[in-house]
T-cell receptor
Framework: ETGVTQSPTHLIKTRGQQVTLRCSSQ?????VSWYQQALGQGPQFIFQ???????GRGNFPPRFSGLQFPNYSSELNVNALELDDSALYLC?????????????FGPGTRLTVT | RKEVEQDPGPFNVPEGATVAFNCTYS??????FFWYRQDCRKEPKLLMS???SGNEDGRFTAQLNRASQYISLLIRDSKLSDSATYLC???????????FGSGTKLNVKP
């Protein structure tokens, strides 16, 4: 086990609603990255948080936003949910924000939008 | 063109076989490379980092070819437990963007 935890495990929402997903990083890690993984695809990078600041962002619209707290845990917020937002949402923690640092994933939150 | 491309497979091999996967990347300025394995409906787990000089961990060997812009993963003496999807990860020119391939599925048969 990596020590990265995510909640909730599963979630069902209706189109147009808003959702908040949570992630606790592994002890000693100060960086959290969020990914979206659609069925049959590799994870797509959403953004990364380092020391409570966004530190890199993928090709996701502004309705995907996040926070990192002083204890390095993090939230992913998605507004105005669309059907295509149905996916597994993964967070990964690492020590430091350098691209060479290895990332360790949590078990994910499976979001279904109906 | 995708940042990272992998053959989706599946690669069906018998136990004990040697199998190799390649992963090509489009950005010549990419700096860091990793292999992850992902079991069905589970999170990706780090298998190994890929260094310029190549690296080996037991039955697994990873290589980087910067000239041709690909990384490879070699698995020797395949075990049933090696059955999984193998994902390669490459960072981008823009600092702190990580790109995953779509994965290569491996089935090891008895």
């Amino acid at each position: 086990e990596t020590g990265v935890t995510q909640s909730p495990t599963h979630l069902i929402k209706t189109r147009g609603q808003q959702v908040t997903l949570r992630c606790s990083s592994q002890s000693g890690h100060n960086t959290v990255s969020w990914y979206q993984q659609a069925l049959g695809q590799g994870p797509q990078f959403i953004f990364q948080y380092y020391r409570e600041e966004e530190n890199g962002r993928g090709n996701f619209p502004p309705r995907f936003s996040g926070l990192q707290f002083p204890n390095y845990s993090s939230e992913l917020n998605v507004n105005a949910l669309e059907l295509d937002d149905s996916a597994l949402y993964l967070c990964a923690s690492s020590y430091g924000a350098e691209v060479s640092y290895e990332q360790y994933f949590g078990p994910g939150t499976r979001l279904t939008v109906t | 063109r995708k940042e990272v491309e992998q053959d989706p497979g599946p690669f069906n091999v018998p136990e004990g076989a040697t199998v190799a996967f390649n992963c090509t990347y489009s950005n010549s300025a990419s700096q860091s490379f990793f292999w992850y394995r992902q079991d069905c409906r589970k999170e990706p787990k780090l298998l190994m980092s890929v260094y310029s000089s190549g690296n080996e961990d037991g039955r697994f060997t990873a290589q980087l070819n910067r000239a041709s812009q690909y990384i490879s993963l070699l698995i020797r003496d395949s075990k049933l437990s090696d059955s999984a999807t193998y994902l390669c990860v490459v960072n981008s020119l823009n600092f702190n963007k990580f790109y995953f391939g779509s994965g290569t599925k491996l089935n090891v048969k008895p």
